[in-house]
Structures are given as C-alpha cells and as structure tokens.
C-alpha cells in the first residue's frame, strides 16, 4: 500500500513539474524564416519536455503584440516568452506580465524596460563588427558602403549596426554613403536598393541588417547588371542564404542559431519554475563560400 501511495506522488509530481506548465511565446514575425525557425525550436522543446506552448504572430505589430501578451496573462501561463517587435513598445506588455506575476523571458531582441528574467541572443555588435571586418578586407581599406538597417527600434538593428559602424570607422578610406531602413524586409530591401543604386551607382559593398533585406538588394544589384561589382553581407544565415552564399552570389551571412534560441528559452522558462536560470549568448561564426 506505501509503495502504491508513493508512485501516485511521484506521478502527480512529475505532472504537475512537466505536463501541468503552460509557457506563452510571442513571436515579432511568422512571415520571416527566421523567426520561423526560432518558433519551431520552442515547439520541438516543448514537446520534448511535455510542456504546454501558446505561440501568438504578432505581425510586426507591436498594438498586436501588446493585445496578444494580455490574452496569454488571461490565460494565466506561467512564462512569457517574447521576441519583441520594437524594444520600447513592448515595454508596456512586459510591465503588465510583471504586474500578474508572470516571468519575462525575451529572445532575439531585448526589452527597454520592465523586469525581464533571462535574455537569449546572439551578440549582435560583435556580429555587425564581423561585418565589417570582412567587408573591409575585402574592400582592401577602400570603398563605399551601402547599410540597410531593420525595423527601426529593435534592439538587434541598434546593435548590429552599432558593431558594423565602430568597425569600419577603423578604416578611413570607407565611407559608408547611405544607411536606410528596409524593416528586415525582401521586398523593401529590393526597393530600397534600387533607389540607391540610382543615387549610389559606383557603391562597392552592402551590409545588410539581415538576410531578407540582403537578398532583395541582391535581386536589385544582379538587375542592374552589378553583382560582380558589389559586396553584399547578410546576417542570419537562413537557408534562402546560405544557398546563395553557396551559388557566389551573397558574398557572406553572419550565422545565428534562431532554432536553438527557441530551444534554449523553453528549456530555461521550463528549468525555472523548478530551479534557477543563468544568461549566456549563443554563439556567431561568420560563413563564406
């Protein structure tokens, strides 16, 4: 009777531990393969670890985003993951998680404010500083740049550009011509590009914020006939890009691991409601052909 008493604690405890949490994950964006592969990550762990995921699209929205966190509060989760769409908007959702006593974890991109448990990301200034370092050797310490910069607001396009910039003021013969937005986006990525060649016709490289907007300046450049004129670095190392890297077209992309993000935040929401958490960064490494 004592042994049977024992293995239905142990059963209740396990369900309570594992099959009984419920974690919220709100992604910035499901029309990017990124974070694609970043809300795959967090689903495969979650079913590995026989939790609950609720995983809500903000669409590059951040009134969405805020509307989606408060649905996920009602729904009492007991972890909030978020991948913010603009690191001071979402500062309001994370104030609201904190007043309901529900842990923040942010992935990706940071939060300007509120109590955030664990941040996951790469090290996006030591990634824009890759960048330029190889645009820079590659240009011989010569040249004119093109950057186009993400989603205004986002701590990953501050940070990557923040890096790409402290590396190329090394170099006095760079000159960065023109920084415009294209919001981590293909299609205004190729736009964008075919207004500044326009503007910019003698550019020698591109750095772009991420792989979505370098793809859509390649598809610009290879139209005007350049693509052996121009440099062109991403950063992301989708499989759309690495492909292209692999054909000598997109001359690099600074590889991220979006799928081991969103193993790594479920598993550490999972890990602290039974123990204690830790920050680390996920490490960068720079692919060429």
């Given at each position: 009777m004592r042994?049977v ?6 059963v209740?405890f396990?369900?309570?531990f594992s099959f009984?949490?419920?974690?919220g994950?709100?992604?910035?964006t499901l029309n990017?393969?990124?974070f694609?592969?970043?809300?795959n990550g967090a689903?495969?762990k979650a079913?590995?670890?026989g939790?609950e995921l609720l995983?809500v ?8 985003q805020?509307?989606?966190i408060?649905?996920?509060?009602l729904?009492?989760?007991d972890m909030i993951?978020?991948n ?6 979402i500062v309001?959702?994370?104030e609201?998680?904190n007043?309901a006593?529900?842990p ?8 300007n404010?509120g109590?955030?448990?664990l941040h996951i990301a790469s090290?996006n ?5 890759m ?5 820079a ?12 910069v993400?989603?205004?607001?986002t701590s990953?396009?501050?940070?990557r550009g ?7 003021s ?9 920084r415009q937005?294209a ?6 990525g190729?736009t964008v ?8 016709p003698?550019v020698?490289?591109?750095?772009a914020h ?5 793809l859509?300046?390649?598809e ?8 052996q ?8 190392a989708?499989p759309?890009?690495?492909a292209?890297?692999e054909?000598?077209e997109?001359s690099a992309t600074?590889?991220?691991?979006p799928?081991r993000m969103?193993e790594?935040?479920v598993?550490k929401?999972?890990e602290?409601l039974t123990t ?6 996920v ?7």
């Amino acid at each position: 009777m004592r042994k049977v008493l024992v293995f239905v604690l142990l059963v209740l405890f396990v369900s309570t531990f594992s099959f009984g949490v419920k974690i919220g994950l709100s992604v910035s964006t499901l029309n990017n393969p990124f974070f694609v592969d970043l809300a795959n990550g967090a689903e495969d762990k979650a079913n590995e670890l026989g939790v609950e995921l609720l995983v809500v699209d903000a669409r590059d929205d951040p009134a969405k985003q805020l509307n989606d966190i408060e649905d996920l509060i009602l729904q009492r989760v007991d972890m909030i993951l978020v991948n913010p769409t603009d690191s001071d908007a979402i500062v309001a959702a994370v104030e609201e998680a904190n007043d309901a006593k529900i842990p923040v974890i942010t992935v990706d991109r940071s939060a300007n404010g509120g109590k955030v448990l664990l941040h996951i990301a790469s090290d996006n200034v030591a990634g824009g500083m890759m960048a330029g370092s190889f645009i820079a050797e590659q240009l011989g310490g010569k040249g004119k740049v093109i950057e186009l910069v993400g989603v205004p607001g986002t701590s990953s396009a501050r940070e990557r550009g923040q890096g790409f910039n402290e590396e190329i003021s090394k170099y006095p013969g760079i000159e960065v011509v023109a920084r415009q937005t294209a919001n981590y986006n293909r299609a205004e990525g190729l736009t964008v590009m075919e207004n500044l060649l326009q503007a910019y016709p003698d550019v020698d490289a591109v750095f772009a914020h991420n792989d979505e907007m370098a793809l859509g300046a390649l598809e610009a450049i290879k139209s005007a006939g350049k693509l052996q004129d121009i440099i062109i670095v991403g950063f992301d190392a989708t499989p759309d890009a690495l492909a292209s890297v692999e054909k000598g077209e997109l001359s690099a992309t600074i590889a991220q691991q979006p799928y081991r993000m969103g193993e790594l935040a479920v598993e550490k929401a999972y890990e602290y409601l039974t123990t204690e958490t830790i920050y680390f960064p996920v490490p960068l490494q720079l692919v060429t052909k």
